[in-house]
């Protein structure tokens, strides 16, 4: 049994309090494009330090802080509440004597709306990705998590700020010798999927050294940057930018990157929407490849043989998998070259949940027969209903 992952936090003032959820139900998100916070640096030194913050606001506003895994607060506003716009609003933080880097979420609400930004603070290792050491993180019981027990990999989770409430925002397996996370976990909905444009935001992932990441602010030589989750799949604000890191990326073909790979992303967020969640995980083969790619600082990157999703539709509505508890599976799988992106093509690479483990040797949806029974599980994973064509 996996142990669940805790989720400590710490609010920015005593008015305000978070609390930690997990994405079994679906959340809505209500935009208000007049609220906004802007962080103008984003990543900080190890010093003790302060600088401006701006809240953009069409009313009166509260202004807190998530920390996340934290013990303590290292960071504060002043002041946490005002009304309307303030370009004096003060972020100060405190010295960082640790190795690894920290990072923090600043969230401005207003009623039932909210808007976040993302601060980081380098640890004494240096700048780039912070941590001094690639270490696991620990595994909570997500539906969406396969198996976590290769020695070799090390399995990294990153939280976002959704309405207000710290929430999972992925997880993925990483291997440091080939520079590519193997799979990206996430759940998916409308209230997760949030509203706002594509950042553009490249950088390393704070969590993971950056002497394990390939530098990628530029393209690799003769491959895109693909990402695992894509980035149309966190549009919220301070959130985009993650899926940016360094280790979502991998050395992918334009012909499949922007074609059919391109389309199944789109097809997989339609099918969230008509779900209660979505559970996803993408990965990217590379068992047998015998090719690299070049990142930005001449280092090698594993370039994938293939790319695989495996879905986890949670509470289907329309009772056409009423004999399974609301619970449906599906799988792709595509060779790392050329496909049409007519939906005919596409499902043409469908195939069970169980036919994937076997191509890929992963154990998906681990934690699903605690959830609903070993034999409802057990069937999700062996058959694809007609709900997802």
């Not at 994405?23 to 208000?32: A, F, G, L, R």
């Not at 993180?137 to 990999?153: H, N, Q, S, V, Y």
């Not at 992303?265 to 008509?274: A, F, K, L, Q, T």
């Not at 469908?350 to 040797?361: F, H, N, P, Q, S």
């Amino acid at each position: 049994m996996l142990p669940n992952n805790p989720f400590r936090l710490i609010a920015a003032s005593a008015a305000i309090l978070f609390t930690v959820f997990s994405c079994e139900t679906q959340e809505e998100t209500v935009i208000d494009r007049t609220l906004s916070i802007s962080v103008p640096l984003k990543t900080a030194e190890t010093k003790a330090s302060n600088q401006f913050v701006t809240v953009e606001a069409a009313g009166a506003w509260d202004l807190s802080i998530d920390f996340g895994e934290a013990e303590e607060a290292w960071a504060y506003v002043e002041p946490a509440s005002g009304e309307g716009r303030r370009s004096d609003i003060v972020l100060s933080w405190e010295r960082n004597t640790g190795e690894d880097a920290r990072s923090c979420v600043l969230t401005v609400t207003t009623g039932n709306r909210s808007a976040s930004a993302t601060f980081t603070q380098n640890g004494t290792s240096g700048s780039g990705g912070g941590s001094s050491e690639l270490k696991s993180d620990i595994p909570g019981k997500w539906l969406e998590l396969p198996a976590t027990d290769d020695p070799d990999l090390y399995f990294i989770t990153h939280d976002m700020v959704r309405s207000g409430r710290t929430v999972r925002n992925y997880s993925y397996y990483y291997s440091p010798d080939d520079r590519l996370a193997v799979w990206v976990a996430y759940p998916l909905n409308k209230g997760l999927i949030g509203s706002g444009g594509r950042t553009n935001d490249w950088g390393y992932d704070p969590k993971v050294p950056s002497r394990y990441q390939a530098e990628l602010f530029s393209a690799y030589n003769g491959y895109q940057r693909g990402h695992q989750l894509p980035s149309a799949d966190r549009y919220g604000s301070g959130i985009n930018e993650t899926t940016f890191y360094f280790t979502n990326m991998t050395p992918q073909k334009g012909e499949l990157n922007e074609v059919a790979w391109a389309a199944l992303e789109g097809m997989v967020r339609n099918w969230s929407y008509s779900v209660d969640t979505l559970y996803v995980v993408t990965g990217a083969d590379i068992h047998g490849s015998t090719k690299t790619a070049y990142d930005n600082n001449g280092n090698a990157v594993t370039v994938p043989v293939g790319y695989f999703k495996a879905l986890l539709a949670g509470k289907i509505k329309d009772g056409s998998a009423n004999s399974t508890a609301g619970y449906a599976g599906i799988a792709f799988y595509f060779e790392h070259r050329s496909y049409s992106k007519d939906k005919d093509a596409i499902m043409a690479q469908a195939m069970t949940i169980d036919e994937l483990e076997e191509m890929t040797g992963y154990d998906f949806f681990v934690n699903l027969p605690e959830k609903i029974g070993a034999n409802y599980a057990a069937q999700v994973e062996s058959d694809v209903i007609s709900w997802w064509y």
